[in-house]
């Protein structure tokens, strides 16, 4: 019997997840990366008759595109944890069967989410620009920022990620964490976190941490007013989706000193031009989408992708099933 067939929609999909799928099936690696423009025509070309997709780019997977794969088409896994570059709709109206891989990153995005926080807070950008440019002028106002230290930390989206940045944070002697978000949140009790209201949240926090899918609801969920409703004194980190971010609001915000800073590891578009506006502001600082980017969680970010089709063409439950 011949085996079943599962396009690899990214050449840099690692070698821990291959491993996986060799022997089992037959595997078909793109040769493109994520934000190729030229991968469509390629994935078009690949995708007939197929029985598993990973499907690792940032491309919409569409209804068209499902419908050109074939009804043969037994499983889509992503090699990520958002799905907002899938119409789950579509492949849930054709009872495909749809697998992200949530959790492993978890840790490294929530150190991530430090890291973005204290760099925005502490002024690294400027602080290197001034550096490099020969003005180090050092004196008791210059490069001051703000404390975490006494802080009230603001999470949207209390799940595994936010979850993760408060248990990193208890070593900096926060004195209040919030939380906003579509439930409560059980763990909070224990974490020591209070749900509130996203406008309480924005105006009591020093820190706003964006750690919620993109969804209709929370698409610029930062915007004109929200930024308003922040102190002057705030920063926000955005590790969640660029289009939480109304980003010319932002910009705006930023430039007129109505917030105090911006971390942001996600943006839109991806990638972002070097000559985008946002990039120009000495208080926003941008880190390419690096978030899950480790060896470690790409490795298991991949194994996981792997599972979940191989568990699917055998009828079995994927490992995170959407
Ligand atoms: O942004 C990364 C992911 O959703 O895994």
């Known amino acids: 019997m011949s085996l079943k067939r599962v396009l690899i929609v990214n050449k840099s999909f690692p070698v821990a997840g291959l491993e996986l799928l060799k022997n089992k099936v037959e595997t078909i690696v793109l040769p493109h990366l994520d934000y190729e423009a030229e991968s469509l025509p390629s994935i078009k070309d690949n995708l007939k008759g197929i029985d598993a997709l990973i499907w690792n780019t940032k491309h919409k997977l569409t209804g068209e595109l499902l419908t050109l794969a074939g009804p043969q088409l037994k499983a889509v896994s992503t090699m990520a944890s958002g ?22 990153l978890d840790d490294a995005v929530a150190d991530i989410t430090v890291g973005l926080m204290i760099a925005a807070a502490r002024r690294f950008k400027e602080g290197v620009q001034e550096l490099e440019a020969g003005e180090w002028k050092y004196g008791v106002q210059w490069m001051v920022g703000q404390d975490i230290t006494g802080s009230t930390v603001g999470i949207v989206g209390f799940g595994g990620i936010g979850q993760a940045v408060l248990r990193r944070l208890r070593g900096f002697d926060v004195a209040k964490f919030l939380y906003s978000g579509r439930t409560d949140k059980p763990e909070a009790k224990t974490l020591g976190a209070e749900r509130v209201p996203l406008e309480q949240l924005l105006r009591e926090s020093d820190y706003v941490i964006l750690a919620c899918p993109l969804t209709k609801e929370t698409k610029h969920l930062i915007n004109a007013n929200s930024l308003k409703t922040m102190k002057k004194t705030s920063v926000v980190v955005n590790i969640g989706r660029g289009e939480l971010i ?34 120009s502001l000495p208080n926003c600082y941008i880190i390419p989408h690096m978030g899950s980017a480790t060896v470690d969680t790409r490795n298991k970010m991949a194994s996981i992708s792997a599972q979940n089709v191989l568990l699917a063409l055998e009828g079995k439950p994927m490992l995170f099933p959407c």
């Open 83 to 104: 799905i907002d570059h899938i119409e789950v709709a579509e492949i849930k109206k054709r009872g495909i069967p749809l697998g992200n891989t949530p959790q492993v």
């Open 246 to 279: 109304d980003q010319e609001a932002l910009y705006d915000a930023l430039k007129e000193n109505q917030i105090f800073a911006a971390g942001l590891d996600v943006t839109t578009p991806e990638p972002l031009r070097n000559d985008h506006p946002l990039v």
